[in-house]
T-cell receptor, first 116, second 115 residues
Framework: AQSVSQHNHHVILSEAASLELGCNYS??????LFWYVQYPGQHLQLLLK??????LVKGIKGFEAEFIKSKFSFNLRKPSVQWSDTAEYFC??????????????FGKGTKLSVIP | KAGVTQTPRYLIKTRGQQVTLSCSPI?????VSWYQQTPGQGLQFLFE???????NKGNFPGRFSGRQFSNSRSEMNVSTLELGDSALYLC??????????????FGPGTRLTVL
C-alpha cells in the first residue's frame, strides 16, 4: 500500500520568505502526485499535479513542485510567500488499486502560518 | 459547472445514533469517493463508488457504509455513532480516469460532531 510523509507539521514564515514543504511517498508503481491546499474554513483545492512529463510542475498562485523519482519526493516551493498563503497543505499520491479504481492517499498535512 | 455539493454542512448527533450524509458530484462525474478528516489522523480514505458499485474501500469498520444512485449522487451512512466519529467528512468526485489516473474535486465537507 502507498503512504505519504510530510516532513513538517507546522511552518511559520514571514512574508516574502521562501517556502519549501517536503513530501515523500512510498509506492512501487506509477503514481500521480498532487498538492492540495485548505484555507481556513474552505474546502480542499488543487494547487498542482504531476502525471507525467516535465518533473517541474507549476500550479496556481505561484506555487511549483518538483518530482524526483529517485528520491520518491514531490516537494512544494514558492519563492515569496504572502499572508494569504496561510493554510494547510496536503501532499497526495494517487495510485492504481485495481478494478479501475485509483486511491488517493494523503500526507498528514503541513500548517503554514505567514506573519505579515 | 457547479462544484461538488454536500449536505448537511453541520450535524450534531449523540452516541449510538446513526447518520446519513449526502454528496452530489460535478455533473458528468461518475466516481465519488469519501474521506474522513480528523486532526489526529488527517485525511483517510473511506470508500469509492463508480456506477452504483463500491469499487474500493479503506480500513474502516462496517459501521461505515455508502451507496451511489443512478444519477451518481452518493450517500454515506454511519451507524452506532461513537465519539471518535467526530470529523469532517469530505466527498470528492472525478471524471473517468485517463491513462495515468485522474484528479479529484472536493466538496466543502460535512462537519459531524458526536456528543
Amino acid at each position: 500500500a502507498q503512504s505519504v510523509s510530510q516532513h513538517n507539521h507546522h511552518v511559520i514564515l514571514s512574508e516574502a520568505a521562501s517556502l519549501e514543504l517536503g513530501c515523500n511517498y512510498s509506492y512501487g508503481g506509477t503514481v500521480n502526485l498532487f498538492w492540495y491546499v485548505q484555507y481556513p474554513g474552505q474546502h480542499l483545492q488543487l494547487l498542482l499535479k504531476y502525471f507525467s512529463g516535465d518533473p517541474l510542475v507549476k500550479g496556481i498562485k505561484g506555487f511549483e513542485a518538483e518530482f524526483i523519482k529517485s528520491k520518491f519526493s514531490f516537494n512544494l516551493r514558492k519563492p515569496s510567500v504572502q499572508w494569504s498563503d496561510t493554510a494547510e497543505y496536503f501532499c497526495a499520491v494517487n495510485a492504481y488499486s485495481g478494478a479501475g479504481s485509483y486511491q488517493l492517499t494523503f500526507g498528514k498535512g503541513t500548517k503554514l502560518s505567514v506573519i505579515p | 459547472k457547479a462544484g461538488v455539493t454536500q449536505t448537511p454542512r453541520y450535524l450534531i448527533k449523540t452516541r449510538g445514533q446513526q447518520v446519513t450524509l449526502s454528496c452530489s458530484p460535478i455533473s458528468g462525474h461518475r466516481s465519488v469517493s469519501w474521506y474522513q478528516q480528523t486532526p489526529g489522523q488527517g485525511l483517510q480514505f473511506l470508500f469509492e463508488y463508480f456506477s452504483e458499485t463500491q469499487r474500493n474501500k479503506g480500513n474502516f469498520p462496517g459501521r461505515f457504509s455508502g451507496r451511489q444512485f443512478s444519477n451518481s449522487r452518493s450517500e454515506m451512512n454511519v451507524s452506532t455513532l461513537e465519539l471518535g466519529d467526530s470529523a469532517l467528512y469530505l466527498c470528492a468526485s472525478s471524471s473517468p480516469p485517463g491513462l495515468r489516473g485522474n484528479e479529484q474535486f472536493f466538496g466543502p465537507g460535512t462537519r459531524l460532531t458526536v456528543l
